[in-house]
């Protein structure tokens, strides 16, 4: 009995099961997409935005960086007493346009 149920809730239970990853929009190639900007002479590196941002941060630990293409922006992210900051710099200007505290 059970060999005979087992394809059948297979048939109908997969399906279900792998929907909810089919739904869910590819995550963008983040170091690709900053690679493509860099090179078509929209963005400054990440070496000179750090440079530029880096020395204003006094006595944060800085974490890394994200991109992100839409907004042509540079996430920074840092931490300072076990809270953590993230600024936020445009990739054409190097110039901050948000800092959390």
Do not use: C, T, W
Request: proline share 8%; net charge positive; no cysteine.
């Amino acid at each position: 009995m059970m060999v005979r149920i087992l394809p059948i809730l297979l048939a109908v239970l997969l399906p279900q099961m792998a929907s909810p990853a089919l739904a869910k929009p590819p995550r963008g190639d983040e170091q690709g997409e900053v690679r493509r900007d860099l090179r078509a002479g929209n963005v400054r590196s990440l070496r000179d935005i750090e440079g530029h941002v880096l020395p204003q941060m006094q006595g944060m630990q800085y974490l890394g960086p994200e991109y992100d293409p839409a907004a042509m922006a540079y996430r920074l992210k840092f931490i300072q007493k076990g809270r953590v900051v993230f600024v936020d710099v445009d990739a054409r200007s190097g110039e901050i346009i948000h800092q959390s505290r």
